[in-house]
């Protein structure tokens, strides 16, 4: 029998990386279109506190009871702070709502065969950014935070490119939740968990695809060059993932596939990936003015660097 090449080794990587994901991204996207069709955000506006470190603490842990995917929080935080609410409460919720979340951090659990340390290295990678940017920008004007001609104006709806008036994140529904909509159907709900499963797995696949190409073509000096130096490996997977935008669902698996780097380079790959990737920061820019904009992409890329390094550190 012929040994095994490396392309085979490529194939039976992405295949095993991919399967062991899926199943969560699926779900994922079941669960972000339910919430969507039949979850007002009203829900949670109602219930945010006032003062600006409340609503930064409330936003952080709304995840647990509104959990949705990074490709459509962005449109809901901005229409969140239209409506009124406290925008330290929904810039934490956007930032954390991707990972603080049951399916999430059961699908870490899962990734990194029940170890729990990088459940909560996870959690706190997410958490200390989102607090953070809650409270740098939770007592900012509306108008200093937000693009558009009504940011100030709260209950009203600023119109994207993309689909509809909800939406810039291109996958295919809306985020929204117009007063007077009616409730889909559910051959409308199984269309748009489709499309919402279809246009995150291409990004798996994609991540599935990298991550298997790394480990099965890479010289192997190079990988461990990379992943013996803590810096550098932190660094080469927080590029990964901010490139790759591997959905939060399934980004866990993606990074356990990168056996020969650190866990805390692991950690700095699904902590800046939900916070930081190409498509939040096409979807940053549309929504957020200039400063609001490098808080919310120096922020997570900082403080997840500085983490991930103390985390290794400390535990190697």
């Known amino acids: 029998m012929n040994a095994a090449?490396?392309?085979?080794?490529?194939?039976s990587l992405a295949l095993a990386t991919f399967l062991e994901a899926a199943p969560f991204l699926l779900l994922g996207s079941i669960?972000?279109?339910i919430f969507d069709a039949y979850v007002s955000d009203d829900f949670l506006l109602r219930r945010l506190p006032r003062g600006r470190l409340g609503a930064a603490l409330t936003g952080l842990l709304a995840?647990?009871?509104?959990?949705?995917?990074?490709?459509?929080?962005?449109?809901?935080?901005?229409?969140?702070?239209?409506?009124g609410a406290p925008p330290g409460a929904a810039l934490a919720y956007m930032l954390a709502a991707p990972v603080i979340n049951p399916l999430v951090l059961t699908s870490t659990y899962v990734a990194f065969r029940g170890d729990w340390s990088m459940v909560l290295g996870r959690v706190l990678m997410v958490a200390a950014p989102a607090l953070l940017v809650g409270l740098t920008l939770g007592g900012r004007p509306v108008a200093e935070l937000l693009r558009g001609p009504n940011?100030?104006?709260?209950?009203?709806?600023?119109?994207?490119?993309?689909?509809?008036?909800?939406c810039a994140c291109g996958c295919g529904h809306d985020h929204g939740h117009l007063?007077?909509?009616?409730?889909?159907g559910a051959l409308t709900l199984m269309a748009r968990v489709a499309d919402e499963f279809l246009e995150m797995g291409k990004y798996l696949i994609l991540g599935c695809l990298a991550a298997a190409a790394i480990k099965a073509f890479a010289p192997p000096q190079w990988l461990s060059a990379m992943g013996g130096d803590p810096i550098l490996a932190v660094l080469t997977m927080m590029g990964l993932a901010i490139l790759l935008s591997?959905?939060?669902e399934a980004d866990a698996f993606v990074a356990a596939s990168f056996v020969g780097f650190p866990p805390a380079a692991m950690l700095a790959f699904v902590g800046v990936g939900p916070m930081v990737?190409?498509?939040?920061?096409?979807?940053?820019?549309?929504i957020f003015r200039g400063r609001a904009f490098a808080v919310l992409v120096a922020a997570?890329?900082?403080?997840?660097?500085?983490?991930?390094?103390?985390?290794?550190?400390?535990w190697g």
Do not use: Q
């Open 246 to 248: 591997v959905c939060s």
């Open 151 to 166: 940011n100030g104006a709260p209950g009203l709806e600023l119109p994207m490119a993309g689909h509809g008036a909800a």
């Open 5 to 11: 090449t490396p392309f085979d080794l490529f194939v």
């Open 63 to 83: 995840g647990m009871v509104l959990p949705t995917c990074e490709c459509g929080v962005a449109p809901i935080a901005r229409r969140m702070i239209t409506r």
């Open 31 to 33: 669960i972000a279109v």
């Open 277 to 286: 990737d190409l498509k939040l920061l096409a979807m940053y820019g549309a």
């Open 300 to 314: 997570p890329c900082l403080l997840v660097f500085g983490l991930a390094l103390i985390w290794g550190l400390l």
């Open 179 to 184: 007063p007077g909509r009616p409730r889909p």
